[in-house]
């Protein structure tokens, strides 16, 4: 199928095209849900949310709220057709309104539909709500406190004697981390339109990752078969795994009413709502017990990840187990016993999150190679090109019993290490710290190692169709959303390539459940994998149509039709592609296909914690650079290096924009963004003034990005590329590594600082501050 491959072609694969709405951003034309013109009649709703963490409902008196001026209808649970339910896991723990209890604040209880959004949301706050108060749990050592109650079944992973390893080691370490959370706060936030068809059906636009999903959440809620649902989505202003599951709460309200009313119906909450009442990434509280060597060789682990789930199941289960499939991250451990808890709590149900927890499984590994080199008084880098995989034969094994087959850490390590100067500039820092001073400097060098395919194996699939007409255009369809991270410009250009045609030929049309059913979340950052896959499919079975058409007419084995640079050969005869298509046409040649794609060789028995969940390996390296201020805590980044394995790009120029991206979300992540709950379960934390995301000033002074250029995936993905979405965000661990290398010069690097994220100037200035009493005091 790679025959046909000529690099005349504009817009193929492994050319850096850009994003195919990047000018419409830009230049503000790039249509989103709030910029389409509205049906006539729109209504607007708007959600009344909870005031108490946790209670028993006494009474609702929604009388005034009824009678306000504009307000067309007033939902409750009691309005709901069908399920009132919207858990993706479909464990029925997550009622679109809330009935006989409250269990956190900010759920839905109710919902105003008013003419215009104003009046909606004016009218939803004459709500009279009478509680009933119950104990509430809002931290995760709260809920530990309490017995631990889970939201979904714990995993363990284990391998070895873990017990004997530990007790036999000759150096043992035990400590524990906490790992704050982190908002979406996408530009687009949460939205849906929704326009009543004739009969049952229904028509929704929704900001999601998962129209599928959607599709079937909805159908339950108005008690109709999922064909008579139907999401649409053209693109989202942000994702992030924030669209996975949420959206379909909002989906459902605006059908529910629009059905009702027979009119479109259109929910946008505000963003302080937005930020409220929907999920997060999952905080977790890591404890370890380490076994090692005198050279910094790890032996034993022993972890137990405790995460603040929320109030339902919500993705809970799949995320902390994720988080245990990279607690190794890139480091072979002999013996190993991880353990999650999914604790449940009095707060919004977290959720999906660029990594799906893999993040706060890194995070821990590294935590333990920074304690163990504090302790030996060793670089990190060294214990950490120690404990690689494959440093040695048969130190190959994760604790999931996976065999890692593809690391190239070594060979990434070691040019980034070289190309970022890390040895001298390292003993720089060491001579710059040495003289004292209120400034103070850091650097470190940390890896990634993520694995590429859903755990739940069943959505590892794809379809796409693939439609070419009589003037030669063509027209792709498939079950991706684009969220902002090109994929719909890799899959055109898929298409392209295969075809021999100039990227501009392509048209792809919004994701509809309508043409393409049964699709899996564009998440785990699998998109590219799987409908470029999925569209390389239908896009061969037609080119072989048009072989068979071709030698049958022109009297040539097939194996002389050739499609190259906007031809078709035909033995010696060259005819555009346009009239070659034209010709097959007039014969009757079907010229449309649908495609589809399973990720093979993967298996995951969860119960015995062992088999290939994942289809291969990510990679990537990031060294960085930082200066703090030992009297406020501030710090700023002075430079950061970044190497990393996208196998053979697709789309250079994209890959490259998603790691610049994944790193600095993850700097955000682990530095800037905190998340707050009070003791009576108030996010306090709701708004831009409140929630600090990185802005540029905190973008690197020198910012260095490359594509390991040599790389190729050395499985059969979609022309050997590798995944890019969500193994760059964990680049951003360097700059938490290198912020505690700053803060340990104060105690002359004696002792690990043992930095709870995010790494926020008070806590730099507290672990400072620590230091600088410690040192008092032995004086």
Known sequence: ????????????????????????????????????????????????????????????????????????????????????????????????????????????????????????????????????????????????????????????????????????????????????????FYLEGHIA????????????????????????????VLGVPANAVSVVVRRMGGGFGGKESQPALFAAVASLAAKKLNRAVKLRPDRDDDMIATGKRHDFKVSYDVGYDEEGRILAVDGTFAARCGFSADLSGPVTDRALFHADNAYYYPAVRLRSQPLRTNTVSNTAFRGFGGPQGVVGAERIVEEIAYALGKDPLEIRKANFYGSEPD?????????????????????????????????????????????RKGIALTPVKFGISFTATWYNQAGALVHVYKDGSIHLNHGGTEMGQGLFTKVAQVVADCFQVDLDRIRVSATTTEKVPNTSATAASSGSDLN?????????????????????????????????????????????????????????????????????????????????????????????????????????IER??????????????????????????????????????????????????????????????????????WSENRERTIRRSKAVGEPPLMLGISVLEALSMAVASVADYRECPRLDTPATPERILLAVERFRAAEGAAA
Request: glycine letters at 8%.
């Open 1 to 184: 199928m790679d025959g046909d491959r000529n690099s005349a072609v504009r817009g193929g694969v492994q050319s850096a095209e850009r994003h195919d709405s990047a000018h419409k951003h830009v230049r503000g034309t790039a249509d989103y849900i709030d910029d389409m013109a509205e049906p006539a009649g729109t209504l607007h709703a708007y959600l009344g949310l909870s005031e108490t963490a946790h209670a028993e409902i006494v009474s609702m008196d929604l009388s005034a709220v009824r009678a306000a001026p504009g307000v067309a209808l007033v939902l409750t649970a009691d309005d709901i057709p069908g399920e009132n339910d919207v858990s993706p896991v479909h464990a029925y723990d997550d009622p679109v309104f809330a009935e006989d209890k409250v269990m956190f604040r900010g759920q839905p209880m109710f919902a105003v539909i008013a003419e215009t959004r104003d009046a909606a949301r004016r009218a939803a706050a004459l709500a009279k709500i009478e509680y009933r108060a119950l104990p509430a749990l809002v931290t995760i050592d709260e809920a530990l406190e309490a017995g631990g109650d889970l939201v979904t079944p714990p995993l363990k992973l284990e391998r070895g004697d873990v017990e004997s390893a530990l007790k036999s080691a000759p150096r043992r370490l035990r400590g524990e981390m906490e790992i704050g959370g982190q908002d979406h």
């Open 193 to 220: 339109l929704a326009i009543p068809g004739e009969d049952e059906t229904v028509t929704i636009h929704s900001s999601t990752q998962h129209p599928s999903e959607g599709q079937v959440l909805v159908s339950q």
């Open 395 to 439: 130190r190959d094994v994760t604790p999931y019993h996976q065999q890692v087959t593809d690391s190239i850490l070594d060979r990434l390590v070691s040019e980034l290490e070289e190309s970022s100067d890390y040895r001298a500039r390292r003993k720089a820092i060491l001579y710059f710290n040495a003289k004292g001073g209120i400034l």
């Open 532 to 636: 470029g896959m999925a569209a390389q499919d239908a896009a061969e079975q037609i080119k072989q149509r048009l072989r068979s058409f071709a030698a049958e007419k022109w009297g040539v084995p097939e194996e002389a039709v050739r499609f190259e640079a906007g031809q078709v050969l035909v033995g010696s005869e060259a005819l555009s592609f346009e009239t070659f298509i034209a010709a097959a046409y007039m014969a009757r040649v079907h010229l449309s296909a649908a495609g589809f794609y399973k990720t093979p060789e993967i298996h995951w028995d969860r119960e015995a914690g062992k088999g290939r969940p994942f289809y291969y390996f990510a990679y990537g390296a990031a060294v960085s650079e930082v200066s703090i201020d030992t009297l406020t805590g501030e710090y700023r």
């Open 640 to 709: 950061a290096d970044i190497l990393h394995d996208v196998g053979k790009s697709l789309n250079p120029a994209i890959d490259k924009g998603q790691v610049e991206g994944g790193f600095i979300q993850g700097v955000g992540w682990l530095t800037t963004e905190e998340l707050w709950w009070d003791g009576e379960g108030r996010l306090r934390t709701h708004a831009p003034s409140t929630y600090k995301i990185p802005l540029a000033s905190d973008v690197p002074r020198i910012f260095n990005v490359a594509l390991a250029e």
